[in-house]
């Protein structure tokens, strides 16, 4: 599985961005598919993660109520809406795959690139 996220960019505080997962393979429809973020000098951290069939999914308490993780029909793409953002969600965002829905680095097994989300005060 391969995984490419894009969408970054800049954007004002109160603005929105939408974060798109595509993956390659056929076997990504049955994975939990997560994304994560990482602001220079800080770890990785969770944000949101859906299930396979996208019907659970779960937040970081610092995003919930802000960003929507959703799958798209073919399944194959994930997505994650970011409304309201500020300048603390400034990070390299990144998608991963794995087994399961988690908060862990660790139980994912494939990842994207990245894609820089700065967000200007």
């Known amino acids: 599985v391969q995984l490419q996220a894009c969408g970054g960019g800049l954007v004002q505080a109160g603005g929105s961005l939408r974060l798109s997962c595509a993956a390659s393979?056929?076997?990504?429809?049955?994975?939990?598919t997560g994304w994560f973020r990482q602001a220079p000098g800080k770890e990785r951290e969770f944000v949101a993660a859906?299930?396979?069939?996208?019907?659970?999914?779960f937040y970081a308490d610092s995003v919930k109520g802000r960003f929507t993780i959703s799958r798209g029909n073919a399944k194959n793409t994930v997505y994650l809406q970011m409304n309201s953002l500020s300048p603390e969600d400034t990070a390299v965002y990144y998608c991963?795959?794995?087994?399961?829905?988690?908060?862990?680095?660790?139980?994912?097994?494939?990842w994207g690139q990245g894609t820089q989300v700065t967000v200007s005060s």
């Open positions: 393979g056929r076997t990504f429809s049955s994975y939990a």
């Open positions: 991963a795959a794995g087994p399961g829905p988690s908060t862990y680095v660790s139980r994912y097994i494939y």
């Open positions: 859906i299930s396979w069939s996208g019907d659970s999914a």
